[in-house]
């Protein structure tokens, strides 16, 4: 799938569609919240690393 800045719209989203979109804005708050209060040299660390 390429990178568009289109918005995709579902209408009638299924009960299983909403429960997977809900699962990946949760990680993605937490994966932010972990990179917010990192320190600032444990985040070069990890950068470095990767």
Do not use: G, W
């Not at 990946?24 to 990179?35: D, F, S, V």
């Amino acid at each position: 799938m390429a990178y568009t800045k289109e918005t995709l719209v579902i209408s009638n989203p299924s009960e299983k569609l909403l429960k997977a979109v809900e699962k990946l804005r949760t990680h993605k708050r937490a994966q932010l919240e972990k990179l917010r209060n990192m320190k600032s040299e444990e985040f070069s660390r990890r950068v470095i690393l990767s």
